[in-house]
């Protein structure tokens, strides 16, 4: 396997920062904050979560979705086989990350099952299902991320439950900001006793009906999503060194400072796109980056 020493895995990790940047600014602006090593890393664990994403959102008809997503497990394949012999520059960033930070194969084939989820299902039945979906699609990432931040091992347990806690909370943020995107591809993230328990109806949701119903609804959502955030904030004191946890600190309080702007919306995520201006990002994430900073930190959100 190819070493970071190789020409073509620096430029590997070149084009891994480069899709970050591209893709998603605020992880973008968040993993900054880490020694070049670990953010190199997690700039590659990133593009590979994002091209399998993409793989179910952008690639076209159904075959073609699926076509997609065989692809992006031969290239998981591949990062922990080294099976090509001039690998590309996902495979080669990826597996050089794996190798150095010892990132379990099993949470990126989790992360690949939950994409595979999203080809056949547009509904949840039922909270427990929904928070699976969850848990595939952003927990995973959690756990992957600490790999490359690293933590106390003395409380393992803890760090683990609250990594996938905080992946609940960004991951219920998304699907909040989202209803009407969503809905727009025939999508319902949010699950269907739910939508009973609150008198909402699908047809609402695909129409953008925004009422009391709704709010209420949300409400109960933005709850959920707080207590996660609690629960995740635990994790912070756990990663070693100062800028793992100012990263971390400022990717979850960004995504929570969306939530509190739904919440301050009364939950009218349909009239625009929830999203705090680039100068209030960047200004709340330096300060997400002191706090998250100090070592022993009860509460940095």
Known sequence: MQRRSDPSVAEAYDECQAFTRRRATNFYIAFSALPKDK????YAAYAYAGTVDDAVDDA????????????????????????????G???????????????????????????????????????????????????????ICICIFGYDRSQAELAISSAVAMGKALQITNIMRDVKEDAERGRIYIAQEDLALHGVTED???????????????????QRAYAFYREGDQLIP?????RSRACCNGLQGVYRMILDAIVARDYDVYSQRISPSK?????????????????NVARVG
């Open 89 to 143: 520059w996902l495979t080669a960033g990826l597996a050089d990350a794996i190798q150095r930070y010892d990132i379990p194969r099993d949470h990126f084939e989790e992360l690949v099952r939950g994409m595979e989820h999203d080809l056949t299902y547009t509904r949840y039945e039922s909270w427990a299902d929904l928070e699976q979906y969850c848990y595939r699609a952003a927990s995973v990432i959690g756990l």
């Open 238 to 242: 756990l990663l070693d060194g100062p």
């Open 204 to 222: 609402e949701i695909l129409g953008s009906d925004y009422n009391d119903r709704f709010r209420r609804l949300m409400a109960d959502y933005a």
């Open 60 to 87: 076209g008809t159904q075959d073609e979705r699926t076509a997609a997503l065989s692809q992006a497990h031969d290239l998981l394949h591949a990062a922990y086989s080294g099976g090509e012999a001039e690998p």
């Open 39 to 42: 953010r190199q890393a997690i």
């Open 279 to 295: 100068v209030g990002r960047v200004v709340r994430m330096l300060e997400l980056w002191l706090m998250g900073a100090m070592p």
